[in-house]
């Protein structure tokens, strides 16, 4: 993709209620799955969905091409200059026109109810994580490997809440009281933005009636992979950002770095083993790489 100006569908004259941003990376017929989704959204105010390509070379002919629903208007936008899906979503919001900024991923599936709760929630809170639901998309057999998603809550990292990306929302003003998602982790910008959220005392809230049905990607390596790149992210995000301020004074103690999270699992079993392994050696590489960095 060429050029930085967004290009849109047929613009109403009345601004969008909320701004739905998906950062892209490839198109597939993941992809195209998840359109064909929000082409379903039974809200009944007009919004816009921005498509934030990361890619210099994607073809977005599918794009253009996809459904649309009723009161919706599409954009999309050039994120390429900086590869990361954090970015993508920055882009995305600077060139939002609403003052609701909702944040999905392009290879999961909106419920058709979602938008409309994310934006109820946004009525009375400044920011809001809906629920995953990992059962519709999940590869069979491998429902117990991880612990869930969003536990009948906002899932926390060492005791603090933060919002999965893939299901967010955000008033502008909270949106920009954060600097938004921070660019250069490996992983864990949720769990940056949870942090950086908590420190600036922004209410966030659970809406579990916003579901999107989260895909997981399939295979035992591919996990152990995936959560080795989790324990990079966690270790970034301690040693960058810092645990959240408590009684108005940022913690200096690190000791967290390597703290078990107490997440909840529904069996424990040596797959259970390994991705904790997978995550504790990602945190030892980030550490070393941070401290690298450093000297």
């Known amino acids: 993709m060429r050029g930085t100006q967004p290009r849109g569908v047929d613009d109403p004259a009345e601004p969008p209620v909320a701004s739905v941003v998906i950062p892209v990376g490839s198109i597939d017929d993941d992809t195209v799955a998840q359109l064909a989704a929000l082409a379903t959204q039974d809200f009944d105010r007009p919004w816009e969905l921005i498509l934030s390509v990361n890619r210099p070379d994607l073809d977005t ?4 091409h996809a459904p649309l629903a009723p009161l919706a208007t599409r954009r999309i936008v050039d994120s390429s200059d900086t590869a990361g899906a954090a970015h993508a979503r920055n882009v995305g919001a600077r060139a939002a026109r609403a003052d609701l900024l909702v944040f999905c991923d392009a290879d999961d599936v909106a419920e058709p109810g979602w938008l409309t709760a994310m934006v109820r929630s946004l009525d009375q809170h400044a920011a809001v994580g ?8 999940s590869p069979p057999g491998q429902e117990r490997w991880r612990p869930p998603a969003t536990p009948d809550g906002l899932p926390t990292y060492l005791g603090f809440a933060y919002p999965v990306s893939a299901n967010v929302g955000l008033r502008r003003e909270a949106f920009e009281a954060v600097g938004g998602f921070t660019v250069g982790f490996t992983r864990g910008e949720d769990i940056a933005l949870g942090w950086a959220l908590a420190d600036a005392g922004i209410d966030l809230a659970y809406t579990p009636d916003a579901v999107v049905n989260y895909r997981h990607r399939p295979g035992l390596w ?3 992979h995936q959560h080795h790149l989790y324990g990079i992210g966690m270790t970034e995000v301690i040693v960058r950002q810092g645990l959240p301020r408590t009684g108005g004074e940022r913690s200096g103690r690190t000791p967290g770095l390597f703290a078990a999270n107490r997440q909840r699992v529904t069996q424990r079993s040596l797959i259970h083993v390994l991705r904790r392994g997978a995550i504790a050696s990602g945190r030892v590489r980030g550490l070393v790489q941070e401290r690298w960095a450093r000297s």
């Not at 002919?61 to 253009?64: A, K, P, T, Y």
């Open 61 to 64: 002919s599918r794009l253009d």
């Open 222 to 224: 591919t996990m152990l």
């Open 130 to 137: 809906g629920h995953l639901d990992e059962r519709l998309l």
